[in-house]
C-alpha cells in the first residue's frame, strides 16, 4: 500500500522560506515521476511542480517559477519542495503524489502539510 506523508509546511511572513518534504513508502520515488500540487482556499487542487524518474525537474506552474525548486532524495525516498521569496497566494495545502502522463496523479492523497504566508 502506497502512503504518503507530507510535512514542513507552517506560518511564514512574506518572503520568507519554506521546504516541504514528501516521505514516501509503498513505492519507489526514483522509480516514478513525482509532484507536488496545492490547494488555496476556495480554489481547486493545482499542479505546482514535477520531476522525472530521472531526477530532472520538468515542470513549475508560472507562478513559481525562479522560487520553488523541486528535488529528491533517492536514499530517503522522499522529495522536496524548496519554496523561496514566499507570497501570500502561496497559501494553501501542499499534497505529493507520483504521476503519470505528466500530470495525472496515480495515488490516494496524503493529508498534505498547510502553507500559511502572511502579508
Known amino acids: 500500500q502506497v502512503r504518503l506523508v507530507e510535512s514542513g509546511g507552517g506560518l511564514v511572513q512574506t518572503g520568507g522560506s519554506l521546504r516541504l518534504s514528501c516521505a514516501a513508502s509503498?513505492?519507489?520515488?526514483?522509480?516514478?515521476?513525482m509532484a507536488w500540487y496545492r490547494q488555496g482556499p476556495g480554489k481547486e487542487r493545482e499542479l505546482v511542480a514535477t520531476i522525472t524518474s530521472g531526477g530532472r525537474p520538468l515542470y513549475y506552474v508560472e507562478s513559481v517559477k525562479g522560487r520553488f525548486t523541486i528535488s529528491r532524495d533517492n536514499a530517503r525516498n522522499t522529495v522536496y519542495l524548496q519554496m523561496d521569496n514566499l507570497k501570500p497566494e502561496d497559501t494553501g495545502l501542499y499534497f505529493c503524489?507520483?504521476?503519470?502522463?505528466?500530470?495525472?496523479?496515480?495515488?490516494?492523497w496524503g493529508r498534505g502539510t498547510q502553507v500559511t504566508v502572511s502579508s
Open positions: 509503498g513505492l519507489v520515488v526514483s522509480n516514478n515521476d
Open positions: 503524489n507520483a504521476i503519470v502522463q505528466v500530470r495525472i496523479p496515480l495515488y490516494s
